[in-house]
């Protein structure tokens, strides 16, 4: 398996654009989880689905962050309009449903608004 | 509402020493907790889940503890060793529900040659 994989790995954008953050779970896990990293907060949940649905978004700073998760091996993360402080590390990470709670990272994709 | 302190922040030591890193938790009722490693520009990797039923997990030269009434949690690295120079993060399973995870801002560990 290839792991959870991540697009784009940076971005760079301007104040104001939209932005959106793509991730492919691992093949067969029932749960993806957005994170996001920055060096004040460190790691933050955003938001978490299970089998497609969102289950827990209260981690999602505002009105100007969505995600989706249209099927099994998809999500996206989306921030209209962006602006310079969501500039983070942004980390997709997936998980069997197994009670282990082992979540797999993906390599996270680095956003800078400028 | 939990919180997750780990100290030092950073640590340097010489090769082949032995280490020992701390993770605070502020509640008790967790359901597990994890360690990970960051590299550079990279994601986490798991390194070791303990459950809350659980006192230890060892995997080659990690062993972890948890102390749950404490609340307090080590990661044991014996026989250091250059690639092990990375940041070391602890996370605890709260809130029973699987995606929970509250992260420490880590520990950057860096073992010199």
């Known amino acids: 398996d290839a792991g959870v994989i991540q697009s784009p790995r940076h971005e760079v954008t301007e104040m104001g654009q939209e932005v959106t953050l793509r991730c492919k779970p691992i093949?067969?896990?029932?749960?993806l989880f957005w994170y996001r990293q920055t060096m004040m907060r460190g790691l933050e949940l955003l938001i978490y689905?299970?089998?497609?649905?969102?289950?827990?978004d209260s981690g999602m700073p505002e009105d100007r962050f969505s995600a989706k998760m249209p099927n099994a091996s998809f999500s996206t993360l989306k921030i209209q309009p962006s602006e310079p402080r969501d500039s983070a590390v942004y980390f997709c990470?997936?998980?069997?449903?197994?009670?282990?709670?082992?979540?797999?990272f993906g390599a996270g994709s680095r956003l800078t608004v400028l | 509402k939990q919180e997750v302190t780990q100290i030092p922040a950073a640590l340097s030591v010489p090769e082949g020493e032995n280490l020992v890193l701390n993770c605070s938790f502020t509640?008790?009722?967790?359901?597990?907790l994890q360690w990970f490693r960051q590299d550079p520009g990279k994601g986490l990797t798991s390194l070791l889940l303990?459950?809350?039923?659980?006192r230890e997990q060892t995997s080659g030269r990690l062993n972890a503890s948890l102390d749950k009434s404490s609340g307090r949690s080590t990661l044991y690295i014996a026989a250091s060793q250059p690639g092990d120079s990375a940041t070391y993060l602890c996370?605890?399973?709260?809130?029973?529900?699987?995606?929970?995870?509250?992260f420490g801002k880590g520990t950057k560990l860096s073992v010199k040659p």
């Open positions: 990470a997936s998980s069997r449903v197994s009670g282990a709670n082992v979540l797999t």
């Open positions: 093949s067969g896990h029932d749960y």
């Open positions: 689905f299970n089998n497609n649905v969102p289950i827990d």
């Open positions: 509640d008790s009722a967790i359901y597990n």
């Open positions: 303990i459950q809350s039923s659980q």
């Open positions: 996370a605890v399973g709260y809130g029973g529900s699987q995606g929970n995870l509250i």
